[in-house]
């Protein structure tokens, strides 16, 4: 899949807390050069939401599907694959979705990028954005030699992705013109998104949960206070979006 992601300094990418337990990764490392593609520096093991490349179909829209190894690289936002050569590739066309063969669905929203289904519906339906979340500053030396920090002095280039005569070429790299010193820090996170008929709603507290269903605040509120929620735990928010989704007599 072909495009081009516009991004400041702070990079929304993705990563892994699916039904398979929570996973955590956080990196803080310097630098001076000028450019610094984070493929080199984000280790492999975690760029791929999978350990394993697993079975899957891909669909397409225009209902065309494809078989084979499949895996999410949550560092790119895009689905690979492997040739028949054993080699990695990006898997190009406009996709609707994937299903796993372990039951895990991902689907594409133009707006969000990759997000995983927790649950479906026509009306209501639950979503999990898994990402890595990569901040620049730069270094200085202040008073007595002890280093400071000042943001806003860098880019971060975006990913970029184009044909070449090997295939989709990607280049995803943070861009240090001056070479001063740098530090970047990557951890992972994740948030929740409901899916209101087509409109994705991210509900990470309390106030956001109301403001999404305005119509069913009391029945919410009521529902919340004798079924306290996690709000960054998949099970109680799966529970609480199978309370909703019948408030609205979501099948």
Do not use: C, W
């Amino acid at each position: 899949m072909l495009k081009k992601i516009s991004i400041s300094i702070l990079v929304l990418l993705s990563h892994q807390t699916s039904l398979f337990g929570q996973r955590s990764y956080g990196e803080t490392f310097r630098f001076t050069a000028q450019r610094v593609n984070l493929e080199e520096k984000v280790p492999k093991e975690e760029q791929l939401f999978f350990r394993n490349y697993l079975d899957a179909v891909v669909y397409f829209h225009g209902g065309d599907t494809i078989s084979g190894k499949v895996n999410f690289n949550i560092l790119l936002d895009e689905l690979v694959h492997l040739d028949r050569r054993g080699r990695e590739q990006v898997t190009a066309g406009q996709i609707d979705s994937v299903r796993f063969g372990n039951g895990v669905t991902f689907v594409f929203a133009p707006e969000q990028g990759f997000l995983e289904r927790l649950e479906g519906g026509k009306v209501i339906g639950l979503y999990n954005r898994h990402s890595i979340k990569v901040h620049m500053e730069a270094v200085t030396q202040g008073p007595y030699g002890q280093p400071t920090r000042s943001a806003a002095v860098t880019r971060v280039r975006s990913l970029h992705a184009g044909a070449g005569p090997e295939g989709p070429d990607r280049d995803f790299y943070l861009e240090n013109p001056e070479g001063d010193p740098i530090e970047v820090n990557v951890r992972y996170q994740s948030f929740f998104l409901f899916k209101k008929e087509t409109e994705y709603l991210q509900v990470g507290n309390r106030r956001q949960l109301f403001s999404a269903f305005p119509e069913h605040r009391q029945e919410i509120r009521a529902f919340v206070r004798a079924n306290p929620v996690s709000f960054s735990d998949p099970g109680d928010m799966k529970n609480l979006a199978a309370f909703i989704k019948q408030l609205y007599h979501n099948p």
